[in-house]
């Protein structure tokens, strides 16, 4: 069984920082991917981040630059830390877990509230 755990969400003004955390149980973080989708009020849900199992990262452009995403494989935990906010980023961020054949394994999202 996979489960994924959010944590770190809130409020933040424009310009300002949060560090999103995502709590993985299951074998199945250490090695594979894992990852951060975003979902703002109105719109679909899109691709955020990436890091492979040994480090290898992938940016949406529209964070590239601003967000880093990291884990911690002996914790089974991963990290988006965000920073210069602006209100575009406010939305439901989902961490996610890429198995082995193709599936995804979701978290149950926590909030993101950005404000000008």
């Known amino acids: 069984q996979v489960q994924l755990v959010e944590s770190g969400g809130g409020l933040a003004q424009a310009g300002g920082s949060l560090r999103l955390s995502c709590a993985a149980s299951g074998s199945i973080f250490s090695g594979n991917g894992m990852g951060w989708y975003r979902q703002a009020p109105g719109k679909q849900r899109e691709f955020v981040a990436s890091?492979?199992?040994?480090?290898?990262?992938s940016y949406a452009d529209s964070v590239k630059g601003r967000f880093s995403i990291s884990r911690e494989n002996a914790k089974n935990t991963g990290y988006l830390q965000m920073s210069s906010l602006k209100p575009e980023d406010t939305g439901v961020y989902y961490c996610v877990v890429f198995g082995n054949y193709g599936q995804i394994y979701w978290g149950q999202g926590t909030q993101v509230t950005v404000s000008s």
């Open positions: 890091i492979t199992s040994s480090g290898t990262t």
